[in-house]
């Protein structure tokens, strides 16, 4: 159906209360790709309960942790296929290290949408917040929607990050378990697209491809590590542009510029001539 902005744009959504318990951040981790080598000190801060840090990008992910249908993308004045539908962005900002278990309350709502001409983007923010009204971290997310654009707005503003003009400063690489994405839809995206042949077929693709957002985790462990001696409560923000897919069985790329306060970041796909995967990427922290 035609987008309608004025419906979509400035529109709150239903509220989400949400739990969550150190097994939830165990299996989020697992989903990840933590835990390859299960001897290291470093990655069982990961994985075991008794010295558990949580990686901020599991804030994204944990209002729908208990999801267990394929999501359907219906918001005032927006419906379209969900096999039309990529994660565009996503941008994390956490107030202090996130807990091994809580309560909270994801309040979202529409801040805009673009118009890219072939395709639309659906921005939504949230804020989270604990049961005792504290904010824990808010969350920004843009939806790329091949096909709905030419609706006549805005097409949004650059969001174009370079990286410096030398070598990385780090260079990590982790390579995607060929069911890895058959275990991270397990943390509540059951979109079919990382699951079903058939339904990836009919969205375009060869087979099924691994979650933006699980690329999007692993990155955010990969800087963890690399910069922050493997301490995720380190890593106070990450924002980044999903720039093409990684398929199961690949290994992902992740290259690391310090830039000031920041790291700049890059993601792409080894086995593809380095084919950009994660850009426009930023972290920040301490």
């Not at 959504?13 to 949400?18: G, H, I, N, R, S």
């Not at 006549?152 to 990590?172: F, T, Y």
């Not at 069911?179 to 991270?184: C, G, K, R, S």
Request: net charge negative.
């Amino acid at each position: 159906m035609p987008i309608d902005l004025s419906l979509a744009v400035g529109a709150e959504l239903p509220d989400v209360e949400f739990s969550w318990t150190a097994t939830d951040v165990l299996l989020y981790h697992l989903g990840l790709g933590a835990g390859a080598d299960p001897m290291d000190a470093r990655e069982l801060t990961y994985v075991l309960e008794d010295r558990l840090r949580v990686l901020p990008t599991f804030g994204v992910v944990a209002p729908n942790m208990r999801t267990f249908t394929p999501p359907a993308l219906r918001f005032p004045g927006i419906e379209v296929d969900l096999a039309k539908v990529l994660y565009g962005t996503q941008a994390i900002t956490v107030l202090g290290p996130i807990p091994t278990e809580g309560t909270a309350v994801a309040k979202p709502r529409i801040v805009d949408v673009w118009d890219k001409g072939s395709a639309a983007v659906i921005v939504q923010e949230a804020t989270i917040t604990s049961a005792d009204g504290t904010d824990l971290w808010r969350s920004r997310a843009g939806l790329f929607v091949r096909g709905e654009g030419g609706f006549g707005g805005a097409r949004g503003p650059s969001q174009r990050v370079d990286v410096p003009d030398r070598e990385p400063d780090h260079v990590v690489e982790q390579r995607v378990l060929p069911q890895q994405a058959l275990l991270y839809r397990l943390c509540g995206d059951r979109n079919p697209l990382h699951a079903d042949p058939e339904f990836a077929a009919r969205a375009g693709f060869p087979r099924p491809i691994l979650h933006g957002l699980c690329t999007y985790g692993m990155t955010c462990k990969a800087v963890a590590d690399a910069v922050f001696d493997g301490d995720p409560s380190r890593v106070t923000a990450i924002s980044a542009r999903f720039a093409g897919v990684l398929f199961p069985g690949e290994t992902l790329r992740t290259r690391i510029w310090r830039d000031g306060e920041r790291m700049v970041v890059a993601g792409s796909c080894v086995e593809r001539e380095d084919a950009a995967v994660l850009a426009d990427a930023v972290v920040t922290g301490g």
